[in-house]
């Protein structure tokens, strides 16, 4: 069994791991996950949805976690706060994403 380490990226690991994370929401979809996305799932469409939750990261609205093993990302997964200024406390769980191979 590979053990795997889990990151919270920060927007700079985040956006160096843009094309890793893209190829993880395709090999998802491609494998049935039902993430809001229909076939054919591109890498275009892919890479166009990180850019946008990218950006948010960067601007603090979500976190995301990243498990790797052996120098690959193998899962994500998104916490994205909610803008209300009387839930701090809150934040909904978004994408999780495990790609078929792990």
Do not use: C, Y
Request: charged content about 20%.
């Amino acid at each position: 069994m590979v053990a795997h380490a889990i990151l919270t990226l920060d927007p700079a690991q985040a956006q160096a791991r843009r094309h890793v994370l893209a190829d993880l929401l395709v090999d998802a979809v491609e494998g049935g996950a039902s993430v809001n996305f229909v076939w054919p799932m591109t890498l275009e469409k892919s890479l166009a949805w990180w850019d946008a939750a990218l950006a948010s990261h960067a601007r603090g609205e979500r976190l995301i976690l990243a498990a790797e093993a052996e120098g690959r990302v193998d899962g994500s997964v998104q916490l994205v706060f909610a803008p209300q200024e009387n839930q701090a406390h809150r934040a909904d769980i978004a994408k999780m994403l495990v790609h078929r191979r792990a």
